[in-house]
């Protein structure tokens, strides 16, 4: 990692040889651990949650089983009835019909009986359901909360041979105002994929996570003074947020949304109010509930009161 000539006090190579051998051992033991924490969360994700989806799976066959037995039933008691039609008129068959009806009376029973266990499984299928998509969220959650002090810088042009980590700190210190902010206190950066889309010119994004915690406010509060410099600074979604928040911010009813603290919010049209959509939650269910709640008329007391 290059150092910018003049910002740097003099020292000796050797002293110069440590503090690179220090920052390089930093970054091995911070991406181990990151590594050791997606390992973890992982594991969590195949202990937990692959069997639960199994036994959804299964759930989900015996349902489909149990609705073409019920449907093969029905039309089977169906034909049956049609035949006891055309057995009412034969009065020598009248002891084989009432028979024949006693036979559909229980394969009715027995359909009715096949009706509410789909049911049930119906229940079951949705109650598992919802537990894995809480534990996913779960699981989101804990994966948004490990990339915290994490940012993604969109638009950032680098000068040849310049580091990642030089030129995020360039554009902290200098655009964003954080003047006393020095290049150790960005523990990594690095290059990212182009997203979709890009042209050819445009500069790869580049991740970079902060060694300095007590960074992240100030960085959050001032990457406004970037609007219109082509360059931003966004938080390090996880890909489950980072598709929540593109399909609510799309959604015709919604006026806004960002991400703010782990949190995906959005105003929907008209509104005022910010409200909070979870992984999973259904959006329209969501605005039409905000909708349809009773707005509080202030009597005389509360305008009293704002007028003290």
Known sequence: MKRKKGLLSSSSEGEESGEETISRLLDVKLTKMRKDLQADMLKIIEEKLVPMWSIVNEIGKKVD?????????KEKAESLEKRVAELEGEKEH??????????LEGEKEQMTN??????????????????????????NDMEQYSRKYSFRVLGAERQENQSCSSAVHEILK????????KLADIAIAHPLPKYQGAAASDPAPI??????????????KNRKKLKRTGI????????LNATLLNRTKNHEGVESAWFHNGKVLFKPNGSNRP????PYQDLNGVIRRTSQAPVRTPNTRDAGGANA
């Open 275 to 278: 409200l909070q959509i979870m």
């Open 114 to 139: 096949m009706e509410k266990r789909v049911a049930e499984l119906e229940g079951e299928k949705v109650h598992l359901t919802n537990m894995a998509q809480d534990s996913l969220r779960k699981a």
């Open 174 to 181: 200098t655009r964003l105002g954080l003047s006393e902010m």
């Open 65 to 73: 089983d149990a609705k073409t037995e019920a449907g093969e039933i």
């Open 207 to 220: 991740y970079f996570r902060l060694a300095n915690p007590e960074l992240r406010e100030p960085i959050i």
């Open 94 to 103: 009248l002891t084989d019909l009432e028979k024949r009806v006693a036979e």
């Open 232 to 239: 931003t600074v966004k938080d390090d979604m996880t890909r």
